[in-house]
């Protein structure tokens, strides 16, 4: 028996069979719906309304409140189709998944900031303007070879010359209809050049290359003029691999138990192509004339977008098919651009230290310094580097998503709607909030998170260990359906017409993954002997740490009571790193010296780690004088500490 | 409307449209016929018998004999399918389908052949046993980078270790299933290590190659244990591209105004596929083992066992589209073998020399030489090189495959049934012959015609132009349908029901093809201000050089009037030469040298040429005095000269 579902206010329809996964069903129509668990059943966050039509909802109840159920709430990966359908997908519950286009802004710093790291205008990849003399009775040698005399003309030395299969078959029509006059593009890896495409007549002056930022959440293009580093256009979008599973972890399994490993190749590779198909029509540049692309991402990340079976990353002792990647052709992935093109990875470390980190740090040259620096990428994972010129170690430190949303009752992304800054008046414990675009809050992302669990704990609401005081008699403590819970924004204020609170659960969870970043810094200074004071720079990476309020995050813990200007935000580092890269050969050569000399601590069986994880999962932390501006703050309130 | 046509005695059937040309039928029941054109309709060849229905026969009437007619012939490519049919494809029609496949009887002395000319069993590639530490949580670097240590330990420095996306996607499963014990396959290019391919356990002892020789009308394949340079079996097959056409320049035509590259190259690769499957499988060896082939074929052949554009071969100034061809994977061309394996192609010279003759040479060892030799090519083409250690020219004769059986009235290739051997009586003009096979004739084949053309100049049966003396009064000549004829066998002696015959036309065939490769020896010479009386040794390779009479090709004008004892069989030197260069890095290295250093005359465009080909035009020479032999005999017959 076959079912019709129409999807609501998308009017999408799709016809399945009787009983079919309803997430499934989504997924058939083209359309997302939130998943950490990447439909597993475990996260509760796949919440759609059946307006019309029967669902056998299993366990959905489990993850609903009674008035969602009310409201005829089901969580689609639970619920097995039996009729036709009417299924509204709410705001809630959707990915923004248009993509941002922005034109090149930042060229001028980024320049300026990659010729300051010592780079320049120099890539592994050239192009040549051949006028060749067409072939006579009297000189008749073969395409390949009369191409090859003319490069040595060029000055080009042609000795180990190679030319794919793909080329060699194009060759004699392209010269012919391009009467003689093309230009080479060529590749040099030590002696041997290969002449990777060749284009009609002069496009010598129209290179261009991709840098593009892989990350768990978020994929970044920048589309680079190759002549002169310009950027022509950047873009922006959710990865939509974040319908398989919000973190590294759950697309491992995704790829491997579930046998999705093309599906999540294609969607991070679609991503990609989406981006620069619209960078390059909105800037009228041919496709095919983009031959060198540089990805920076994750271990697993680089993994996924090259279609490469990342299990043995998330089983111990955790090892990735490769840390260097071997260069792989635009054709390879799928990538809708010269097929020849040379794709490049930035260096990855290790199983949880990716390319992104080699690229991080290439931005940071903190391995230039004399002093010593501690960078640390706050992404979907929380990856820390300490060191300085003579040495570099790292660790990832398993954060997990918690500040991105996953496993946080109201918890989203910075995007409309979110609330990213709150302050809780220490008399009413009344809360002030500030929504991204000023409008009814449907949700909380990471910055409004640290804002909360900061003013929760300075004003008495929690405690150390991040337990509510209920005591305190406020009319925002509630008990919930995961026990007591503190109301953010009230029903009439909110979008999703219920209140949004922050749940004791939600706060362990935050907890967590601040005590786990924190016990990273610690378990990597103790590892060198060394303490936070004397750390001298302190550089943080990633989208989201654009957002952070420092004070704040010393407040609960999450970084170091350290001066306040040793902080220094350097915004997406990963696509910085991989347009440096991109652009200067010496310089992508420079973060593979990086890499190589970046020592791995893996946390996970590191005894030190789980010591200092279970001192830090107190706010701020167990030794309350490690965080001395703390202490004076509460001393300041009137607390006894 | 739909037809069933059934092929008799195939008893294979197949449904087609109304109006379907019968020549495609054929095909789409996977069938062979012959054909010279490729179905364009003018070489008269794929006669088949309509048993049952009716088709439109066409032109067919114009190629076929008033008797043929009767018994319901007609040219396949001619007619149209009117109705169910029942067609009869006769023997005469068919092409010996079925390879041939033999035990390695020859490596002893092939094995010396090579080391004597100076080579060694030194390839390109080379497996290397790897007990591979597993990784733990102390020792936790990626798979690529594990094998690339243990490479380094095992003394493969792999400073530029590179490994294709297809090696690296199955990389960690491999190492995994093999529980870390594996055998890599690296190919070298300078400073460039390549891991090929990963097996597991111990392969080091079962690397396999192939040496394959792509001739126009014929294929050899020769698997060859990589270990010790034994020839594990060989395999020759009919070229099924045949069906496309007999020459490399109807071939060209077919891939290019006809659109058939892609089916060509099939063929051809279908043609290798076929032969590996048997003798792999034949010999228990896996076929992913194989990973190295070295391809020797004309220029032309080349490009189509690669699918390259062959169109400019054919048009003046004859440009191919690569003569050293770039290395090519097996995957890329189809072969059914290790997908990762390297496929070199022997070194072509020009648009038609090819690098059978770079092979060949190599094999001839002329051009180490002090004396000066010629070397001659005899198969579907006559390809010739002139010269000793310090110059070699070469020149493509054009004689075309009249010798394999190409317009010539009866002609066929040497196969059962074919007439190989001709003697006439003086007196009476009656005929003996000899039929490969023992079996009644139904054609002639190139030795046969060579000693026809003798038999009948020698004896008066023909003047000096190839003309039948009708005034000798034989009963053997009759006038024809194309003029003259003389029956060599009866009706009643023949497998075909018909007379088989030599007519005019067929004779003044075999004389333009004599006369090229006379008139290409003589300019060869020409341009090097030299006489046939300064060559030393006259080398004839190719297949149908093993069947040659020396003294009737001197007789006819084909072959120089030098001592008997100067001339020398090579045999198939292409598969040969393949076969040097598969085992011996060094000897193909000089195969390559060789093909440099060959100075390439077009003789189509020679003024010389065209007047040396004038004059050989007479049989034995318009210059009697250049055939002292010849002479000699025809005087001792008591004919004036």
């Given amino acids: 028996m ?4 129409t999807f609501v206010p998308d009017n999408i329809t799709v016809t399945v069979d009787d009983n ?15 998943s950490s668990c990447g439909g597993k059943g475990n996260c509760g966050k796949c919440k759609v309304v059946v307006r019309e039509g029967t669902v056998e909802p299993g366990k959905s109840r489990s ?3 009674a008035e969602e159920i009310e409201r005829g709430y089901v969580l689609a990966c639970h619920s097995k189709v039996k009729s036709d359908l009417a299924v509204e997908i709410p705001q809630e519950s959707r990915m923004q998944a248009k993509h941002k286009i922005a034109t090149g802004a930042r060229t001028d710093e980024l320049i300026r900031h990659m010729k300051d790291a010592g780079g320049c205008l120099e890539s592994r990849i050239s192009r040549t303007y051949l006028d060749i003399n067409p072939p006579t009775i009297d000189d008749n040698i073969a395409d390949f070879e009369r191409v090859k005399r003319s490069l040595d003309g060029a000055g080009l030395h042609a000795a180990n010359l190679h030319m794919n299969y793909m080329m060699l078959s194009k060759l004699p029509r392209v010269l012919r209809e391009a009467n003689w006059k093309v230009t080479a593009s060529v590749f040099s890896v030590g002696e041997v050049l290969e002449i990777l495409d060749i284009f009609p007549g002069d496009a010598t002056e129209t290179r261009y290359g991709a840098a593009v930022d892989i990350g768990t959440t978020t994929v970044v293009v920048y589309l680079v003029d190759m002549m002169d580093g310009h950027i022509v256009g950047t873009a922006s ?8 599973g919000d973190d590294v972890i759950t697309r491992i399994v995704y790829a491997t138990e579930r046998n999705g490993l093309k599906e999540l190749q294609d969607l991070a590779v679609g991503n990609v192509n989406t981006m620069l198909a619209d960078l390059t029509e909105k800037n009228k540049v041919a496709p095919n004339m983009i031959d060198y692309i540089v990805v920076a991402g994750n271990t697993t990340m680089t993994h996924l ?34 097929p020849q093109a040379i794709i490049y990875s930035m260096p990855n470390v290790a199983s949880y230290v990716g390319g992104d980190i080699s ?12 002093q010593v620096s501690l960078f640390i990428d706050i992404g979907t994972n929380g990856e820390i580097v300490l060191g300085n010129k003579d040495w570099l170690v790292t660790a990832a430190c398993s954060a997990g998503p918690a500040f991105e949303g996953s496993g946080i009752k109201f918890g989203m992304r910075a995007m409309e709607g979110a609330i990213e800054e709150v302050e809780i008046d220490p008399r009413t414990y009344e809360v002030n909030y500030r929504v991204i675009g000023d409008v009814k809050p449907i949700g909380i992302c990471g910055s409004g998170m640290i804002d909360i669990l900061a003013e929760m704990y300075l004003n008495n609401v929690i405690d150390q260990k991040g337990k509510i005081r209920e005591e305190i008699g406020s009319k925002r403590i509630r008990r919930g359906e995961s026990g007591l819970e503190y109301v953010i924004a009230w029903r009439v204020e909110s979008a999703v017409n219920k209140e949004i609170v922050i749940t004791e659960v939600d706060l362990d969870n935050l907890i967590r993954a601040k005590a786990a970043i924190y016990a990273g810094f610690a378990t990597l200074l103790s590892h060198m002997g060394m303490t936070f004071a004397q750390v001298e720079h302190m550089y943080i990476a990633g989208g989201f740490g654009r957002y952070i309020d420092v004070e704040r995050a010393i407040t609960i813990g999450m970084l170091p009571d350290l001066p306040v200007d040793r902080f220094q935000f350097l915004g997406n580092t990963s696509i910085m790193g991989a347009y440096y890269g991109l652009l200067c050969d010496r310089l992508r050569h420079e973060a593979e010296e990086i890499a190589k000399k970046m020592t791995y601590i893996e946390l996970s069986v590191s005894r030190s780690f789980m010591d200092e994880y279970m001192s830090a999962l107190f706010l701020p932390h167990t030794d309350l004088g490690a965080f001395p501006t703390v202490r004076a703050e509460m001393e300041k309130r009137n607390r006894v500490v």
């Fill in 2 to 5: 076959k079912h019709t579902i």
């Fill in 20 to 34: 079919t996964n309803l997430f499934k069903a989504v997924k058939a129509a083209g359309l997302y719906v939130l």
């Fill in 63 to 65: 993850y609903l409140s």
């Fill in 237 to 244: 979008t959710y990865n939509s691999q974040v319908k398989c």
């Fill in 305 to 338: 977008f090259y279609g490469i079976d990342p299990q043995h990353i998330r089983e111990e002792p955790y090892i990735p098919a490769a840390t260097f990647f071997p260069l792989i052709r635009g054709k390879s992935v799928g990538l809708a651009i010269d």
């Fill in 359 to 370: 690229a991080g740090v290439l931005v940071s040259q903190i391995h230039k310094q004399d």
